[in-house]
């Protein structure tokens, strides 16, 4: 897919989508190791997604693909109990694992496979996930096509290749033969989607009629949905008519401002404003917030009171924006040098055509600006949170510096500067992502007769977050030495044990050959040192 056409499916521009051009999907899976007819994972101290505290010692048992015990072992700083543990029998496969904590498999429910305009092989994005410890993903938009998608699930499903779970959202009117216009084409269109095989839609926008059908529609007949309300809709479709009309989850957070609105029924927008103008559109976002009710106004209560008895889901996507209130810190982080695929740092650079690219002239004021468009959209989505409102972790990778993995364990931080729990912040990236999915009886947490889907680090996550990239946390050693620590140790994803940090090797080689091929280092833009 050209960067144009990438850009129109992002936008959900397109009703009538022309043939995909697709990224390499990925090859025969070689990594791991199991399933086993019986794995014993010893010692661990157990995070479970639920919002419990950490328990350990704990045995765990897998047999093939199931959770099959829990057992708690013994004692912190005592010796295990030997007759407590599980016994191994000679086929077992035994983990020796004290001191580890396992947490369940991440869930991101933001997680486009990129486009042939990043250049990115589905190898290099699924290892990347995976070697943070995402075991499930939510494709919002299938930009590969629903074929393409499907295809990669179901070989996912019974691992033939290395790869989160993977569930396809299409865009809504994605392979019509005509603009939708109607409610009886939005039906029929939605009916024809859940035939295909999708798995729910994403939408971006469409005339209130076309829109109250499909999702109506999509709700009856069991399939879920996600929206991002862009800008061109949403003057006369916000969130609240979504999640009346029956929407499972609003992403990022256009279209709750404008639900917020008191004073006004369209954003302030600058009177040469124009969408295509990637500036204009991000620029003027950073200024949206303050437009919208004051926190704990009585506007502001009512807004979220519906969309909480609606039992409404946020899945706000933090990191994606970040950029725009620091464009150094999203633009250097440290890992881009050794895991950016060259193809995908030229997507990134400033660009009039590339999606998220828009950096023209932004400035110290638009920094400030979108700082204070956080305080308050996390105060929201902070307040939701502890009213009851379900809030999951989804990442939105490859676009505005955002690289997949380590974008989404930055989420994770910024949840928990929002307010959240380290507890909470973990259990949106777990439970809660899984209850979004509709899969919160399979995965989610680490219970008996659920997947076995497993985070395993030797670092406690809920201290410092940083431990789960892949680049680990900074450390000084008792000879006043930096180290690195953490990182991702195994992944565990239906019961097979895949090493993370060779699945990140792995993607380091992905990109060395790249670079090889076209003689390519990374620089800053318009710098040639």
Known sequence: MNKRLLLLAVFGLCLSFPSFSQIEPAPDREEGDGQYGRLILRGVILIDGTGAPPVG???????????????????????????????????????????????????????????????????????????????TIRDPSAGNGLDWVLDQKKRSAVNEITAPRILAYTSFGQGAKAPITTAEQAKAWVKENAEKGADGIKFFGANPEVMEAAITENKRIGLRSAMHHQQLDVARWNVLSSAKAGLTSMEHWYGLPEALFEDRTIQDFRLDYNYQNEQHRFGEAGKLWKQAAAPGSEHWNKVMDELLELDFTLDPTFNIYEANRDMMRARTAEWHSVYTLPSLWEFYAPSRQSHGSYWFDWTTEEEIQWKENYRRWMTFVNEYKNKGGRVTAGSDSGFIYQLYGFAYIRELELLREAGFHPLEVLRSATLNGAELLGMENEIGTVEVGKLADFVILEENPLQNLKVLYGTGAIRIDENNKPIRVGGVKYTVKDGIVYDAKKLLEDVKEIVDRQKAERKYSITQPGLDW
């Open 57 to 135: 010692p704990v045995d765990i048992v897998v047999e093939k693909n199931r959770i099959a015990q829990i057992r708690v072992v013994g004692y912190p700083g005592m010796p295990i109990d030997e007759e407590r543990r599980p016994k191994a029998g000679s086929g077992d496969k035994v983990y020796e694992l004290e001191g580890h904590y396992l947490l369940p498999g991440f869930i991101d429910s933001h997680a486009h496979i990129g486009g042939r305009g990043q250049g990115t092989p589905a190898e290099y994005v699924f290892k990347l996930w995976m070697a943070h410890g995402v075991t």
